[in-house]
């Protein structure tokens, strides 16, 4: 029945969704991980380095930016490898695409890390990763990616 006032629609913004380029550095069979400090979120969780894609800027560029930001190096930013989005349970989602480098000038120097760490792909599944990049961890230790 039509009461005659109008019908509003009430719209819930979702989580927000962040954007974010991570790079699988590679070298001799190794991938370069990160381990988060005690004071950021997801702490002592191992992730690949990277970060938020900003306005204006391509997700290669956003990378190589990053990766000279966290790790010191100018990376030679490769092919896209796999995109993830995530939902979190406790909110936020991130759409994670990421890259291969295979080659990059200067001398890692960790700015952001508790450590970084050269790990063989097949030993991946032994580092406790941000829940995002779980699958990606399997598909990279079965050898399907790299």
């Known amino acids: 029945m039509d ?12 989580p927000a969704l962040r954007f974010v380029a ?17 004071d950021q979120p997801m702490a002592s969780l191992w992730e690949f ?7 204006g800027e391509s997700p290669q560029q956003a ?14 930013v490769g092919p896209a490898v796999t995109r993830i989005r995530h939902h979190y349970r406790r909110g936020g989602a ?10 990059f000038t200067g ?6 890390y508790q ?6 792909l097949v030993d991946l599944p032994g580092y406790e990763f941000l829940a995002a990049d779980r699958g990606l961890i399997r598909d ?3 050898g399907k990616l790299l």
């Open 63 to 76: 990378l190589a930016r990053e990766l000279t930001e966290e790790l010191g190096i100018h990376a030679e």
């Open 49 to 55: 380095p990277g970060g938020k894609i900003e306005a």
């Open 94 to 103: 991130v759409d994670l695409q990421f890259f291969a480098v295979r080659a």
């Open 107 to 112: 001398e890692i120097d960790n700015q952001i």
């Open 22 to 38: 991570a790079a699988l550095i590679v070298r001799d069979g190794e991938v370069l991980i990160g381990q988060r400090r005690a």
């Open 3 to 14: 009461d005659g006032e109008p019908k509003t629609r009430t719209h819930v913004a979702g």
């Open 140 to 142: 990279l230790a079965a």
């Open 115 to 120: 450590q970084v760490r050269w790990v063989k």
